[in-house]
Structure formats: C-alpha cells, structure tokens
C-alpha cells in the first residue's frame, strides 16, 4: 500500500482463476503501520502546574494485527492428447523443466482440476482421480450414461459432478466424498436441463445451464446452495457459447452472436447462430455485459482472470481467410481488458486452451506443427517456452493450489 509509509508495500493481488487469498485492505494497512513503527506513545502525565504527577508513565502495550494468510502454493498441470493416450503434466512456472506426472486413457474426459488433483471420467462412466504429487489414479464408481461438470470442494475432499440418463433425460446432481468413496444426491432434474457444476467456492457451486442430449444453447449461469444443490442466483446466457468460469465462482464470460451484419459468414447448423461476434462479461446475478463487439470476427473465450476483470480470447475471421490475415492487428491471440484488445499472437496457430498466472500473463497451449506447446505470454517478459510435447493435439490447462 502505498501512502502509508516509506518503504511500506501492499501484497500483490492474485491474478489467477485457480484461487489465491487476497488480504482484507484494513488488514494491510494496519500491517504497514506495524511495519513503520506506528502505534502510541507513553508519555508522563503532567498536573496542572506543568510538573509530573509522579509515579510510574503508564506503558502503552503495541497493538497486534493478524497476520494475513500466505497465498497457497500453485502449480501449472496440462493435459495433452498424444499417440494412444493422454499424458498429465506438471509444468514449471518459472521456466524450468516440465515432467509427466501420469497418463490416462484417449477418451478419457477432464472433470475438474483443483487441489493437487485432477478428476476425469473414463468411457465406462467411472471417475478416475490422479493426484499430481505422487501419480496416483484413484477410481470411483459415477453412474449414469453421461457425467457432466465437475468442481473440488473448498477444501479439496469432495467432488460435485451431474449424471444424465438419456433414455428418460433425468439427471441428478451429485457429491462424490473421497475418502468414503460414497456419493449422495444432492438433487434431482426431472428433464434434461441439468446445473452443471464449474466452481465450488467458500460460498456458492457455480454452475452452467445447459439442455443435455439436445443442440440447445447453453441457458444462464446459476449459484448453488452446497447443502441441498437449490438455486441462489442466476444470470440469463441466450445464445450463449457456453460460460468459462474466471476461478472465483462468482464471475465468468462467453462469445454469442448479436445483430451486427454478418449473419451470412456463418453457415447454419445445430447449436447458437454464429458467428460469435460478441464477448461478454458475466457476474452471476446480474445482466451480461458486452466487452467487445465485432463484426465478421469469431471470438473463442479461453481464460477468465479470477475477477472477471480480463479475458484472454482466440479472436478469428467470420468470413475465412483473406490476403494479409496473418499480420492482421484485428485477428489472432488477445488480452482483452475492458474492451482494449492486447494482441499476444497473430492469426495462424491454434490456442487449444489457456490459464492467467499471477503475474498477469497468459499461458497458452497452441498447436504448432506436430507438437503442442505451452507458452507463457505477457508484455513483461515476453514468450516463454513451459513445455513441448511432440506429437500432442489438444489440451487442457489450469493453474491450480498445491494440495
């Protein structure tokens, strides 16, 4: 904090979606002074001759202020689609070596990453964990003929997920306890519109809308009740692409199609009209809000900065290539803070998938050639190079606490 005193600094604040704590500002401002020396004087009292009372000066005892808690440890887990199965690895975030921490099968499906663990579901419907410090992969049984979402408890021991069946289209959401290895339903959906869990917060389960077994678009964002999976909140998403939760489970954006001309640049087809020329912003309980609004472009949301404060977007042509689109300024990998479009990376790569780190920047899995990358970018350092797997298509990543 500045202001305070000579030399008195304010913690930096957490700039993932994956979680760090943030210090109260009161709490900071007294430590500053602490740090300064602040607090009151002892001094004599005097009668009204000017001459000491006599006795002892009572002793002021220095005020104390809590300590704020450490942000957690994070780490930087990817999981990348090579020759016959996926393989899980850990990143270095400051540049150092990658390592593969375990694999999983092909068809197997991310669920959530949180914890120290990510949670997949294989293609028998079961759930398979696997802890990143050690590589285990521990199996539980799911249900259902699809699972869907997935989101860690606060503090890490459970798992809340969506089953559907699609012969009667029912779902029920689930809370699966790691430790018991027993689920409970939380609640029922008599239809196929199914709250689909992304974040699990101290508060709330954000979740997405969406009409399972159908082309429909996704619904709204909504806040569960962690005790009985009842709706708290919501925020309408028409024509929505489908919500990216920023972390904090309070916020998250999505690209959806608006009236802007350029209809016929998208071919029709099942799912929202495109092409999806609008990114918004979303604070669940409140309307959407447009950040950015383009005609002839189509705009993929890949990270959601924990306060919903900044996106990082694929932005690409509606209407296909044209000469000069790959130096185009318009097209290519963004930072998009409060309608100001930063461009990372021009038009050409393919962004399968990115994460904000603490500092700001933007870190990217991008399809290059016959190897998938990980790329840190920010203006501060410039491209740093995380990780290569040769041969890798696809990814998921995440920046996630330690557990």
Not at 182 to 189: I, K, P
Not at 337 to 356: C, M, N, P, S
Request: glycine share 14%.
């Amino acid at each position: 904090m500045t202001g305070i005193c000579e030399g008195a600094t304010q913690p930096s604040p957490a700039t993932t979606r994956r979680r760090t704590a943030r210090a109260l500002l009161a709490i900071t401002a007294l430590a500053g002074l602490a740090a300064c020396g602040g607090g009151p004087v002892s001094q004599a009292t005097t009668n009204s001759g000017g001459q000491s009372s006599g006795g002892p000066s009572p002793s002021a005892t220095p005020e104390t202020s809590p300590t704020p808690p450490p942000p957690p440890a994070l780490e930087l887990v990817w999981v990348v689609h090579v020759a016959g199965h996926q393989a899980v690895r850990l990143a270095n975030i400051g540049g150092g070596p990658a390592h593969q921490v375990a694999t999983v099968p092909q068809d197997a499906f991310v669920l959530a990453a949180d914890h120290g663990r990510v949670a997949f579901v294989y293609a028998d419907h079961s759930i398979h964990v696997v802890t990143l410090s050690s590589g285990a992969n521990t199996a539980f049984p799911g249900g259902g003929d699809v699972l869907f979402g997935g989101a860690f408890s606060p503090d890490g021991t459970k798992l809340a997920y969506v089953t559907g069946t699609q012969a009667t289209l029912q779902g029920q959401l689930k809370v699966l306890t790691l430790a018991t290895r027993s689920a409970r339903v939380l609640r029922t959906f008599p239809s196929n519109t199914y709250d689909i869990p992304v974040r699990w917060s101290d508060t709330a389960i954000e979740a997405n809308v969406v009409v399972a077994f159908a082309d429909g678009n996704n619904q709204a964002v909504v806040l569960l009740d962690p005790a009985t999976g009842t709706r708290t909140s919501m925020t309408d998403t028409p024509d929505s692409t489908g919500p990216l939760s920023s972390g904090d489970g309070m916020h998250a954006a999505d690209s959806a199609h608006s009236a802007l001309g350029d209809d016929s640049d998208f071919q029709g087809g099942p799912g929202p009209q495109g092409p999806f020329n609008t990114l918004r912003g979303i604070t669940v309980g409140s309307p959407v809000s447009t950040v950015l609004s383009e005609a002839h472009h189509n705009i993929s949301v890949l990270a959601v900065l924990a306060d919903g404060s900044a996106m990082g977007i694929d932005d690409e042509s509606a209407a296909g290539g044209f000469a000069g689109i790959s130096l185009s300024p318009d097209f290519g990998l963004f930072v998009v803070v409060g309608g100001a479009k930063t461009q990372l990376a021009h038009i050409g790569a393919r962004f399968d998938a990115a994460t904000f780190l603490q500092d700001g920047s933007l870190t990217v899995a991008e399809k290059d050639g016959g190897a998938e990358k990980l790329i840190s970018m920010g203006p501060g350092h410039g491209n740093r190079l995380l990780d290569t797997v040769n041969g890798g298509d696809g990814a998921f990543v995440a920046l996630i606490p330690v557990s």
